[in-house]
């Protein structure tokens, strides 16, 4: 895996992705404010979250259609948690 180093936006200490869905190239989980959790007992497994998910942090596994999120990657913007009623975010401490 190469590592890159994240640029650091001026004074604000604000980290700067210059790529469009470069997530997958970096460990952008530590940005994350809220957490979103899948509830697989509920879940229908209609694949709306992975669709939806700007960064590809959803996967979905062809075997068992089993749905989770990669929590190094995911952001926490909570669009999933928009999208899906079994999806729910608590905020991280």
């Not at 959803?58 to 089993?66: A, L, M, P, R, S």
Request: glycine content about 8%; proline content about 4%.
């Amino acid at each position: 895996m190469k590592i890159i180093n994240i640029s650091y936006d001026g004074e604000s200490g604000v980290p700067v992705i210059r790529e469009p869905a470069s997530a997958l190239k970096n460990n952008t989980g530590t940005w994350r404010v809220f957490r979103p959790t899948i509830d697989s007992d509920r879940c229908v497994r209609c694949g709306k979250c992975w669709v939806f998910c700007p960064e590809g942090a959803i996967h979905i596994d062809d075997d068992d259609e089993d749905i989770w999120i990669d929590y190094d990657h995911c952001k926490g913007c909570g669009i999933c948690v928009n999208e899906c009623r079994f999806i729910t975010a608590q905020r991280e401490v």
